[in-house]
């Protein structure tokens, strides 16, 4: 999914990391978490179910280069699925620097 900025304050936030833009960064949206023994690993088959400890309707985490980023849900369009940003998260660390 790509964005560009739509607004002049956009441009000069960006304006730092004009020779970046381009980079591309490894997102990965998790579903959720959850363990299993590996007795239970090795009976994994087709429709096999694992329980997670998220619920149905939690937001998904999303990370940009295994950084925690945003919080979003699953949206389907047409046959494609992406992510629907719900919160950015601030700044690992940003809490405690106040």
């Not at 998790?30 to 009976?43: E, F, Y």
């Not at 429709?47 to 849900?73: K, P």
């Amino acid at each position: 999914m790509s964005s560009s900025p739509t607004s002049s304050s956009s441009t000069e936030a960006a304006a730092p990391f004009l020779g970046m833009l381009d980079v591309r960064c490894q997102v990965d949206v998790i579903v959720g978490t959850g363990s299993i023994t590996v007795r239970d690993c090795l009976k994994l088959q087709r429709d096999s179910v694992i329980r997670l400890r998220e619920t149905a309707g939690d937001d998904l985490r999303v990370y940009v280069q295994g950084v925690t980023a945003a919080t979003g849900e699953i949206v389907v369009d047409d046959e494609t699925t992406s992510v629907k940003i719900t919160e950015i998260l601030p700044p690992q660390g940003a809490a405690e620097d106040r």
